[in-house]
């Protein structure tokens, strides 16, 4: 009789926790053993010296670049940053009084950082989404690590240039695909991956936005056309068919996918709408989407009007000359207001993933199973259901204290395990190093080339190896 030996495997088989077949999902459980787990890296790590923290230069000090650098300032023994690259004036002079950043190491566009040698031990790439391959690109050349937004590229073939190279110099590259690193996403794989569902069957996913969301940046703002950054479903979606693939652990095969920009179009434009709402519109005083109510009167959302003070005088000027003053059915974006996509994924596990605007508006997904489903809403929690006895069980969102931000604390999480990746120059630590992220970002120009050609295509990753 054939000796059968105890592997790790079996290990995990008895803890309940099946379907370690896949590298990440192995990666993952660490994770979600321990759900933010960083009090407990903490005590460990005094046993022994302290790593130096990762150093740090940022590209882009818009929103998401602030996000990650204000890790530096609630955990300093971790990451310091060192430098940053940002071709607005205040943003960069903020940026560098607020991180204490030598003058030296302030630079306008990214470019310029690497005209010097190397001087940090990452690149933080948060510049929009046309502006990644070429600091991703040349930054691993130089031997720097990346923390990489999402989109990764503007194209599949961008995407796949960042991974060949990746793997070419072995650089970690930490994907921003913040939602794998929220306590409610890794709770609902970790119940997923325990077998109580049965055989996983198929997932719904929706993402909705509100209309304030879905105006602001996919009709006025930085993601409104692909010519300028990835198209909506990559822009707005990647984080969705990440999750699923990462959820369902297995290769997506197939996709096909519909959708149009069909509402704020020009044709169809109320009568007496002008270019500006600016502009001595006739229905501005009425229109719900009017820019002077929204970001004149009641000052929301002007991050992104990159203007320094937020007064009357300042945002009218911004309203009658830059994007965000613009008459939302006079724009120049080509986003869809509404798509679906259709994927199957081996052993037959289908998932429909549909992006649209809502006023209930939030992330929700049902996973179903032979013998159970989940039904849940990222703002709240989730429920999982045996099929046989009709119980339920309840798993609110909680989010850990110290890593509360945005996201879920997707934010933090992500830079958490993304600092211990660089430290140990070991992308397990990370669930959404490049080779994870990648796929889905396949999955994602596959479904627009499919919007297009009105066709199913394959996704193969194979082709890519
Ligand atoms: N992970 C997420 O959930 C998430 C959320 C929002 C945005 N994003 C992505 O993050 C990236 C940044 O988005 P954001 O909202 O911070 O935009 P943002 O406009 O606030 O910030 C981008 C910054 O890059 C700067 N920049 C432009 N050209 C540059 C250059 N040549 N060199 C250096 N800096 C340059 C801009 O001036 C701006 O300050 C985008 O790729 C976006 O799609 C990701």
Redesign the pocket.
């Known amino acids: 009789m054939k000796k059968h030996l105890f592997t790790r495997r079996d290990f995990v088989k008895m803890s309940g926790l099946l379907a370690l077949e896949a590298p990440f999902i192995n990666r993952s459980m660490a994770n979600t053993n321990n759900s933010y787990s960083v009090t407990d890296k903490v005590k460990k790590s005094t046993n022994g010296p302290q790593p130096p923290p990762v150093t740090a230069i940022v590209?882009?000090?818009?929103?998401?670049?602030n996000t990650y650098a204000r890790y530096s300032l609630k955990f300093p023994d971790e990451l310091r940053i060192v430098g940053v690259?940002?071709?607005?004036d205040f943003?960069r002079k903020r940026f560098s009084e607020q991180y204490n950043i030598e003058e030296k190491n302030q630079w306008i566009?990214?470019e310029h950082v690497l005209q010097n040698k190397k001087l940090a031990d990452v690149l933080i790439i948060?510049?929009?989404?046309r502006?990644?391959h070429g600091p991703a690109m040349g930054g691993m050349e130089m031997g720097y690590d990346l923390l990489l937004?999402?989109?990764i590229g503007i194209n599949w073939e961008e995407v796949n240039d960042i991974l060949q190279l990746s793997k070419k110099k072995n650089t970690i590259v930490g994907i921003?695909h913040?939602l794998r690193y929220t306590n409610y996403f890794r709770q609902l794989k970790k119940v997923v991956d325990s077998g109580v569902l049965g055989r996983l069957l198929s997932i719904e996913h929706t993402e909705k936005l509100s209309m304030d969301h879905y105006t602001h940046s996919y009709i006025r703002g930085?993601?409104r056309t692909s010519k300028e950054?990835a198209p909506m479903l990559l822009?707005k979606s990647c984080?969705d068919l990440d999750i699923l693939r990462w959820i369902i652990g297995k290769p997506c095969k197939y996709v096909s996918s519909f959708g149009a920009q069909t509402i704020f179009v020009k044709e169809n434009a109320p009568k007496g709408s002008t270019l500006r709402c600016t502009g001595g519109c006739a229905i501005e005083k009425e229109c719900h989407m009017s820019a002077l109510k929204r970001y004149y009167q009641s000052k929301t959302s002007l991050?992104?009007l990159a203007i320094e003070h937020h007064d009357d005088a300042s945002i009218l000027k911004a309203l009658k000359e830059g994007p965000f003053g613009r008459c939302v059915w006079h724009c120049d974006n080509d986003s869809v207001d509404h798509q679906v996509v259709n994927m199957e994924f081996d052993e037959q596990i289908t998932a429909s993933f549909t992006l649209g605007f809502s006023p209930n508006f939030g992330r929700r997904t049902r996973v179903n199973g032979s013998l159970g489903a989940i039904v849940g809403n990222l703002n709240e929690g989730f429920t999982v259901c045996d099929i046989r006895t009709g119980e339920t069980t309840r798993y609110d969102n909680e989010i850990p204290a110290h890593l509360d931000s945005g996201?879920g604390g997707g934010d933090f999480g992500l830079v958490h395990d993304f600092v211990r990746a660089v430290q140990s120059h070991d992308p397990t630590k990370l669930t959404s190093s490049i080779d994870e992220s990648a796929e889905s970002h396949l999955m994602g120009y596959k479904a627009e080339e499919s919007r297009f050609s009105r066709k199913t295509m394959e996704v193969n990753m194979e082709l890519y190896k």
Do not use: F, M, Q
């Not at 948060?126 to 989404?129: G, L, Q, V």
């Open positions: 590209l882009g000090a818009g929103n998401r670049g690259a940002e071709p607005i943003r566009t990214w948060t510049t929009p989404d502006l990644h937004e999402k989109a921003c913040v930085n993601w950054s822009a984080h991050n992104h996201h």
